[in-house]
């Protein structure tokens, strides 16, 4: 069995301030894990993944995230926020094939 | 096409009367799935094909849901019988699986489904 908890349903961020978003995970098996953003009214697009290779993952638009097995944690950072980030955020875990979504972050940038 | 077409964008029905939702996948793309989004909630699976192999239909929340796959490429979610609970954001999305481990997801932007 697999879980994935995003440990804020909303956070506000001031434009050019650090932005964190939490989540943590359970699973039997070594996870694959993602960071998937979604604008209004749009899909969900791939920001990062982490699939047992480096711990620290670059992904688009300066976000990164850090895998850190002891805290069974992968939250999503990116140093000076910017308008366009603001938009929902979900944490996905996954095991062989199926994969559990967070119940995401909603990010919201203040001018 | 380029990426994950889903049809229609938006439908309203009334209680009670069937629906389709069709989901055109990435040419070339093995595995497809089917989620549902509803109001501030996360995403909640549905169903998930993977080539030739039998579906996992684990996330469906009622017989009145079905889903199939032609010829490994075009998926069509019905739903009978709706009820206004039914009413989401049905989204798909479609990944090209190697090795038993899941790939990037590519999503549509989801059809959404008003039960009146």
């Known amino acids: 069995a697999q879980s994935v908890t995003q440990l804020d349903s909303h956070v506000s961020v001031s434009e050019g301030t650090p932005v964190l978003l939490r989540c943590n995970y359970s699973s039997s098996y070594s996870p694959s894990l993602f960071w998937y953003v979604q604008h209004p009214n749009k899909g969900l697009q791939l920001l990062l993944k982490y699939t047992s290779a480096a711990t620290l993952v670059k992904g688009i638009n300066g976000f990164e995230a850090e895998f850190k097995k002891s805290e069974t944690s992968f939250h999503l950072t990116k140093p000076s926020a910017h308008m366009s980030d603001a938009a929902e955020y979900f944490c996905?875990?996954?095991?062989?094939?199926?994969?559990?979504f967070g119940t995401g972050t909603r990010l919201t940038i203040i001018p | 096409g380029a990426g994950v077409s889903q049809s229609p964008s938006n439908k309203v029905t009334e209680k009670g009367k069937d629906v389709e939702l069709r989901c055109d996948p990435i040419s070339g793309h093995t595995a497809l799935y089917w989620y549902r989004q509803s109001l501030g909630q996360g995403l909640e699976f549905l169903i998930y094909f993977q080539g030739n192999s039998a579906p996992d239909k684990s996330g469906l929340p009622s017989d009145r849901f079905s889903a199939e796959r032609t010829g490994g490429s075009v998926s069509t979610l019905t739903i009978q019988r709706t009820q206004q609970e039914d009413s989401a954001v049905y989204l798909c999305?479609?990944?090209?699986?190697?090795?038993?481990?899941?790939?990037?997801?590519?999503f549509g932007e989801g059809s959404r489904l008003t039960v009146l």
């Open positions: 999305a479609s990944s090209f699986t190697s090795g038993g481990t899941a790939g990037e997801l590519f």
């Open positions: 996905v875990v996954s095991d062989r094939q199926k994969l559990t």
